[in-house]
């Protein structure tokens, strides 16, 4: 299990709600009214992009996907599921050189299964959360509508609590 604190200085999440960090711009005091707030800031032409840098196994895609399709058809946007880091080379740049037409809301959690790098100090997930961190900052300074949420070491329960709390913020 990696450390988030493992790259750059420790953020206080604004909020954290049975295992699940809030961070960035927290609008409430509860999960699902920080979600209702960020994806009201969507507006006519704007996009929402999940940005997941979690294990993109079957079972987390799926949930994931659930989560984007409750978006686009509830805010009849265009929508997108971009796994991380790999999207970062592609439509990455467009996310953050593109029109501030963006709604990001970027899912890290905790690897169950972390690989050393031979001879380095650091890990593939410290590495992976370098570049989740990165990604959000670089995003933020660009003035884009960015939230970042992060699930814990359990993700398949943080993605349950997580579309739940979607499902409240989009009524």
């Given at each position: 299990?990696?450390?988030?604190?493992?790259?750059?200085p420790?953020?206080?999440?604004g909020i954290e709600?049975?295992g699940i960090?809030v961070?960035?711009?927290?609008?409430?005091?509860?999960?699902?009214?920080?979600?209702?707030?960020?994806?009201?800031s969507?507006?006519?032409?704007?996009?929402?992009a999940?940005?997941?840098?979690?294990?993109?196994?079957?079972?987390?895609e799926?949930?994931l996907?659930?989560i984007r399709?409750?978006?686009?058809?509830s805010?009849?946007?265009a929508?997108c599921?971009?796994?991380g880091?790999r999207?970062?080379?592609?439509?990455?740049?467009a996310?953050k050189?593109g029109?501030n037409s963006?709604?990001?809301?970027?899912?890290?959690?905790?690897d169950?299964h972390?690989?050393?790098i031979?001879?380095?100090?650091?890990?593939?997930?410290?590495?992976?959360?370098a570049?989740a961190r990165g990604?959000l900052a670089v995003?933020?300074?660009?003035?884009?509508?960015?939230l970042r949420i992060?699930?814990?070491?359990?993700?398949?329960?943080?993605?349950?609590?997580?579309a739940a709390?979607?499902?409240?913020?989009l009524?």
């Amino acid at each position: 299990m990696i450390a988030w604190r493992a790259y750059g200085p420790a953020e206080a999440p604004g909020i954290e709600e049975d295992g699940i960090k809030v961070f960035g711009k927290v609008v409430g005091t509860t999960l699902a009214e920080s979600l209702r707030a960020h994806l009201n800031s969507i507006n006519a032409n704007d996009y929402f992009a999940l940005l997941a840098y979690i294990e993109m196994n079957p079972p987390h895609e799926a949930a994931l996907e659930a989560i984007r399709k409750q978006v686009r058809d509830s805010k009849r946007v265009a929508t997108c599921l971009g796994s991380g880091p790999r999207f970062l080379h592609s439509t990455g740049q467009a996310y953050k050189g593109g029109p501030n037409s963006g709604v990001f809301l970027q899912i890290t959690a905790d690897d169950a299964h972390d690989l050393a790098i031979p001879e380095q100090k650091y890990t593939f997930g410290i590495v992976k959360a370098a570049q989740a961190r990165g990604d959000l900052a670089v995003l933020r300074e660009r003035g884009r509508r960015a939230l970042r949420i992060h699930l814990g070491a359990d993700v398949d329960s943080g993605l349950k609590k997580l579309a739940a709390a979607m499902e409240r913020g989009l009524q």
